[in-house]
């Protein structure tokens, strides 16, 4: 697809949803189930496809060129959607649906569509005057725009700041990294010169092992002011503009804050509770990192050659040092035995023995990709060899990518209207490692791995009727995830796939001793982090 194409599809798709919105909202017979709820799951079907397309342009692929659209088409999408969500008649439809529903129950699976499809539009203000309507609907525009600009503005200072570095400043780094390194400066036309980029598997890795403390400065700071730098790229106003927008959107409907809003119909239901939660663990974590900054001061006293006071980019390193002291556990050491295409297999051996899932890659070319690294399996059941779906992996960082790792769908699972196979992906940020080396990643990398794999798992192993009931309940399916992280430290993964890169043989007893000792090494610091950022 060109993406000189993506605006006109999209203006189009969402014309055509809205007729059909109009058609259901005009039907002039008593609203059902199935003239209305019914309708709307099968209303749209274009658009999602080509959503599909903006959604890859956005988070895998994204460019000047494509931002300049985005910025166009998000309060576009905005008005789209305040179209639809403020239709009176629609929402007439939907709550008579909704009030039979109450008096006699559907079954269960439409009743579960119909609750979600009626507390959706409730909480996007169906229930307002047409005066506060109008504001809503103006309040979703200018977010819209505000959303696009801060995460373009985060993608724009990853993409600016590169660390160069020279041949007498690998001391530290271990042999993939440089290699790693020395493609990322080339590719950026500094050939014989090493790269930073700044991105967290990046940053992460060269905080970890670099011995040169000035760099890990720099680094540590372009990671850690992207969007706040004081130029065109800052976050800080759009960060206040977003909130207060926020506030005002649900203060028309009644609520104090934002939270309050938003958690209604999430597990921990309140703010209260979500804090409660939070400030049960985070005095015993910041006592935590307290120690452990004291065991990082300690060691630095003994071994740095000028006297320093641990600093945020002495972190990771002094870190990874109290780890190797204490526990004997090098995590360079580790990575040897966490070689991606083995952990493919691995994520695939698991959801064989959970979901009875068989993967095969697809002959290359057979299907179509948006970018050369990215590979693609078929998904079918081990006994009866039915087709499931596709697996799309998309494995490494580049320029117009976001960071993190994720999982999607290109298609979900529905049988509504005929049965339709999932296009589920994982996108993860590994540092593409130069021609011919293996890609080596660290414990926790391989724990998120499983975790976005686990998300992939639930889009796959659907089998609900309608589109709605989908994706599962947010952030219930969180659950899932983490359990699945747990698979990759049983026998079973680590005797057949932890497998050193170099000789083949499995990851040693006293290796896996080690890490399962350490497990809870530097936890100081990484419940301080997300509970911070939370
Ligand atoms: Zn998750």
Redesign the pocket.
């Given at each position: 697809m060109n993406l000189a194409d993506l605006k006109p599809a999209m203006e189009k798709a969402m014309a055509l949803n809205l007729a059909e919105i109009e058609k259901i909202a005009n039907n002039t017979q008593p609203a059902t189930f199935e003239n209305t709820i019914e309708e709307m799951e099968r209303a749209g079907k274009e658009l999602n496809r080509v959503f599909t397309y903006y959604g890859i342009w956005s988070s895998n692929v994204s460019t000047p060129e494509f931002r300049t659209i985005q910025q166009e088409m998000a309060p576009k999408i905005s008005e789209f959607n305040s179209k639809i969500s403020q239709n009176e008649k629609l929402f007439q439809r939907i709550k008579v649906v909704y009030d039979n529903a109450q008096k006699n129950p559907l079954p269960a699976d439409q009743q579960r569509v119909v609750e979600l499809v009626y507390k959706g539009f409730e909480m996007e203000g169906a229930n307002l005057s047409p005066e506060q309507k109008q504001r809503y609907a103006a309040i979703n525009k200018e977010l819209s725009t505000l959303y696009t600009k801060f995460s373009n503005n985060i993608l724009a200072d990853e993409e600016k700041y590169v660390v160069y570095f020279t041949k007498d400043q690998l001391s530290g780094l271990p042999e993939s990294f440089v290699k790693a390194a020395a493609k990322a400066a080339a590719d950026r036309g500094k050939e014989g010169q090493y790269a930073v980029t700044n991105t967290r598997s990046s940053m992460d890795q060269f905080l970890t092992y670099s011995d040169e403390r000035a760099l890990r400065e720099k680094v540590w700071k372009n990671y850690y002011s992207r969007a706040d730098n004081n130029d065109e790229n800052d976050n800080k106003q759009n960060i206040v503009d977003i909130l207060k927008l926020r506030r005002e959107r649900v203060q028309l409907m009644g609520y104090d804050n934002y939270a309050q809003w938003r958690l209604q119909d999430r597990m921990a239901k309140t703010p209260e509770a979500a804090m409660d939660l939070m400030m049960a663990v985070w005095p015993s974590a910041i006592a935590r990192a307290k120690e452990e900054v004291a065991d990082m001061q300690q060691l630095a006293n003994k071994t740095s050659k000028t006297k320093i006071t641990i600093e945020p980019w002495d972190y990771r390193y002094y870190a990874e040092k109290v780890r190797q002291q204490k526990y004997d556990l090098n995590s360079d050491e580790v990575k040897q035995y966490l070689e991606l295409g083995n952990l493919t297999q691995a994520i695939f051996f698991t959801a064989g023995e959970l979901f009875n899932f068989n993967f095969t890659p697809v002959p290359e070319g057979s299907v179509p990709v948006f970018h050369e690294d990215v590979k693609v399996w078929e998904v079918t059941d081990k006994t009866t060899g039915d087709h499931i779906g596709l697996w799309y992996l998309d494995p490494f960082a580049r320029q117009g990518k976001r960071s993190g790792a994720w999982a999607t769908t290109y298609r979900a699972h529905t049988t509504f209207d005929g049965k339709k196979t999932v296009l589920s992906s994982n996108n993860s940020n590994f540092v593409k490692p130069a021609p011919g080396e293996p890609v080596l990643v660290s414990w926790d990398d391989a724990e998120t791995f499983f975790?976005?794999f686990g998300?992939a798992l639930h889009f796959l192993a659907s089998n609900v009727k309608y589109p709605t009931l989908n994706s599962g309940v947010r952030d219930y399916t969180?659950f899932q995830?983490q359990l699945l992280e747990r698979w990759l430290s049983t026998d079973k993964v680590i005797n057949q796939f932890l497998k050193h890169y170099k000789t083949g043989e499995p990851m040693p007893k006293e290796l896996v001793a080690k890490i399962e000792k350490a497990s809870t090494f530097n936890q100081g610091f990484a419940t301080t982090e997300f509970l911070a950022s939370a």
């Open positions: 975790h976005e998300h969180e995830s």
